[in-house]
């Protein structure tokens, strides 16, 4: 790998990520170069491959291409569809990491450890490209529960202690003079920052969103007790929050005719049904009878509901011309009246107590 | 001249019952009337204040305020109360219930049934009629709080039902109380 800077690494990998996943897929492994498929896919443009090939993700054996074995498990993570990176891969890798410095230092020839050595990093850098990408992941929230049954915050706290340890108590990692695995240990440390910064801003909204919710459950429960214990007025500002309620959902159910004057809307508490009544129509009264019954009101001492009930000629009077009657007299004398927050509960509907102003 | 949408008619008469209208309900015409409340918030506003009737708006709902109160604080006191019950059951079956929240009639039984605590308190819950029936309870308070228009069922049958963002509104009275230390 010539170029090892990371985001470079996985902007080409996710650019060219048809043909990788191609090439990834094919049961042989190589291709010939020849292959029509293999320039389809990349429109005849060489320099993708040459791309590839010079940051060792390809690699070119006289005229067959294929994959870096070394990239197998990056490729896998990264170009599943749909699949990101689990723990356990990340995991995987590392002990191969572990197994490959284990080879190293067992070498008995100059070549196999200078083979062993390009492995270790590419291992480092293929642990850096798996880290970002299972970063990414959780911080998008990304959480696939039959891969990692852990919350992603879970996931990467241990991720993070598993590569931590790798990095503190590996003797080759920690007294590594090379310059290009320095390089490459210098990056995966600050990657490793980096989920630890997630990981701590994980940390701290699970906390805030925890503290809430569980004040909040907490406040209920304490309410219900102090309810159930007949304490609520006393050791809360209950009373004080309902006053100042303002919402209708307070008041007993209002249903009022927006297209009526304001002064009529004001008094026309009453149902539905009961608002053409007011219209006049087959039922209007006479002028004269509405003054007559506001003078015998105004001399009784009871409601207007159970005046007009009571009336000696109530008998004469239909369920609906009483209502008539009743709304006619509020209307037209609404400012001698007083309309009390109580209601007569009726079969045909629900009528303000209405008594005359003293 | 105050210029309103044809909507106006059934938006009052549904605001005037005391009920809410939420920007996530499941009745396409209530999300249509919210969305015009957005558009004429303010026409909305003037038209109604004569009517002495105060267009208020929740995190995604809208409701109406009346300055003057006309119930007694005692009758509030009660429905405080009964409010507190109804969230207190709600957060006992799932600490994660608001606004938005969906969850099966069935589910929910099942959980009433195995669950000792949450049956008491159904049990305990003051409703109209008072089935001995757990299933016939349970669904007798959904429906009153579905009625009340803190939830909706999402299909006719009740089967599944969905917290809309009114729901809210409960949630802010109890943010409002202070337990005061004795």
């Given at each position: 790998m010539n170029d090892l800077s990371l985001s470079g690494l996985i902007t080409l990998m996710?650019?060219?990520?048809r043909l990788l996943?191609?090439?990834?897929?094919?049961?042989?492994?190589?291709?010939?170069?020849?292959n029509p498929n293999l320039w389809e896919i990349i429109r005849g443009d060489k320099e993708r491959l040459f791309s590839l090939v010079s940051r060792g993700i390809l690699v070119v054996e006289g005229e067959s291409l294929s994959l870096n074995p070394t990239f197998f498990l990056p490729f896998r993570v990264s170009l599943t569809p749909g699949q990101k990176p689990s723990s356990h891969t990340i995991t995987e890798i590392i002990d191969r990491l572990q197994r490959i410095i284990d080879q190293y230092e067992k070498s008995v020839s100059p070549q196999s450890a200078?083979?062993?050595?390009?492995?270790?990093?590419?291992?480092t850098g293929m642990l850096r490209v798996a880290l970002l990408l299972y970063a990414e992941s959780a911080e998008s929230h990304y959480h696939n529960p039959e891969q990692d049954p852990l919350s992603p915050v879970e996931n990467l706290k241990k991720i993070y202690q598993e590569v931590s340890e790798t990095l503190s108590e590996n003797l080759f990692l920690t007294t590594a003079e090379d310059h290009p695995l320095k390089q490459q240990l210098f990056l995966l440390q600050k990657t490793m920052n980096i989920l630890r910064e997630i990981i701590q801003a994980d940390e701290q909204r699970s906390a805030n969103n925890t503290v809430s919710e569980d004040d909040f459950l907490k406040k209920i429960k304490q309410l219900k007790y102090l309810a159930d214990n007949h304490l609520l007025q006393k050791n809360t500002n209950l009373s004080e929050v309902v006053s100042e309620e303002k919402a209708l959902l307070w008041e007993e159910p209002l249903v009022i005719n927006p297209h009526l004057e304001t002064d009529d809307s004001q008094i026309a508490k009453f149902t539905k049904p009961t608002a053409p009544l007011l219209q006049g129509g087959e039922y209007s009264a006479s002028k004269e009878d509405v003054f007559r019954l506001k003078s015998d009101f105004f001399q009784s001492n009871t409601d207007l509901y159970h005046f007009l009930a009571g009336h000696p000629s109530a008998e004469e009077w239909t369920d609906n011309y009483r209502t008539h009657l009743f709304f006619?007299?509020?209307?037209?004398?609404?400012?001698?009246?007083e309309i009390l927050p109580e209601f007569i509960e009726t079969s045909i509907g629900n009528f303000p107590k209405i008594m005359a102003k003293k | 001249m105050i210029t309103l949408p044809p909507q106006t008619v059934d938006i009052f008469e549904h605001l005037a019952k005391g009920l809410f209208i939420s920007n996530n309900s499941l009745n396409p015409q209530q999300k249509e009337w919210y969305q015009v409340l957005e558009d004429h918030q303010e026409n909305f506003a003037r038209y109604f204040t004569p009517l002495n009737l105060q267009l208020s708006r929740g995190e995604g709902y809208y409701?109406?305020?009346r300055k003057e109160s006309r119930t007694r604080t005692e009758e509030r006191i009660e429905q405080a109360i009964r409010y507190i019950d109804w969230l207190d059951f709600f957060k006992s079956f799932d600490p994660d219930f608001g606004p938005g929240y969906r969850f099966e009639t069935e589910i929910l039984l099942n959980k009433v049934i195995s669950d000792r605590i949450l049956r008491k308190k159904l049990t305990l819950l003051p409703l109209r009629s008072n089935p001995s029936d757990v299933r016939e309870k349970t669904l007798l308070f959904l429906k009153l709080v579905e009625k009340a228009g803190f939830i909706e069922s999402e299909q006719e049958s009740g089967d599944t039902y969905r917290v809309v963002a009114a729901y809210a509104y409960l949630e802010s009275l109890v943010e409002k109380i202070k337990i005061l230390q004795p």
């Open positions: 996710f650019q060219e990520k996943q191609w090439l990834y897929d094919l049961p042989a492994g190589t291709v010939s170069m020849e200078h083979d062993h050595f390009l492995n270790i990093l590419s291992f006619r007299l509020l209307s037209r004398f609404a400012a001698d009246l | 409701f109406f305020s």
